[in-house]
């Protein structure tokens, strides 16, 4: 039972325009929303988060909205650059003792072509 | 920024072998985690330690065992490989606060034959 879904498993995208990436979530308990990239051969690097009691956040290039009531957070790089290119995982955690512990989905696949 | 050091970073054993996977931070986070990871697939959480002397089963069933002696230390060993062990291995550390991101080394890539 996968309690955070990332449904587009690859996307390309021109160099310069937005790329957006989407996910979605069914576990009502979750209140803290990250971002992950990560590189072939590579750790996952940390991007960006959100909690629950806020909508979007902001950091340079890359911002990210939640819609709690759909259960959906997305994210959005703008403008694309070819670094960006790599596999973009979503991630969830849950209030109390055990809060770090994070849920992922399957990772989206990001191609930014110059 | 975060130092968290795993060794080795690509491992081919036979089936029956001991291994053990080491995984090291230099910040002195409390909490530390494996998570492991197939070719596509999500990551899925192991094992995890609240600190010295602490460990807790992940989501993800794994015949793995993990120690926690020294704050900076969580190594990971498998008693008996088998191919179905073969996958990625993450170490992960974090404060230990809900916002705390989690900062992860670069991956023992494990395949056993």
């Known amino acids: 039972d996968q309690q955070v879904k990332q449904n587009s498993p690859s996307l390309s995208v021109q160099e310069g325009r937005i790329s957006i990436l989407n996910c979605d979530y069914t576990?009502?308990?979750?209140?803290?929303f990250l971002w992950y990239k990560k590189y072939p051969a590579e750790g996952p690097t940390f991007l960006i988060s959100i909690s629950s009691i806020k909508d979007k956040n902001e950091d340079g290039r890359f911002t990210v909205f939640l819609n709690k009531s759909a259960k959906h957070l997305s994210l959005h790089i703008v403008p694309s650059q070819p670094g960006d290119s790599a596999v973009y995982f979503c991630a969830a955690s849950g209030i109390g003792a055990a809060g770090n512990k994070l849920t992922f989905g399957g990772g989206t696949r990001v191609l930014v072509k110059p | 920024e975060a130092d968290i050091y795993q060794t080795p970073r690509y491992l081919v054993i036979g089936t029956g072998k001991k291994i053990t996977l080491e995984c090291s931070q230099t910040m002195g986070h409390d909490k530390m985690y494996w998570y492991q990871q197939d070719p596509g697939m999500e990551l899925h959480l192991i094992h995890y330690s609240y600190g010295v002397n602490s460990t807790e089963k992940g989501d993800l069933s794994s015949e793995s065992t993990v120690s926690r002696i020294r704050t900076e230390h969580f190594p990971l060993t498998l008693e008996s490989a088998r191919p179905s062990h073969t996958s990625q291995y993450l170490c992960a550390s974090s404060w230990d606060r809900v916002d705390s991101p989690l900062h992860f080394g670069n991956g023992t890539r494990l395949t056993v034959t």
């Open positions: 576990n009502s308990m979750f209140d803290y």
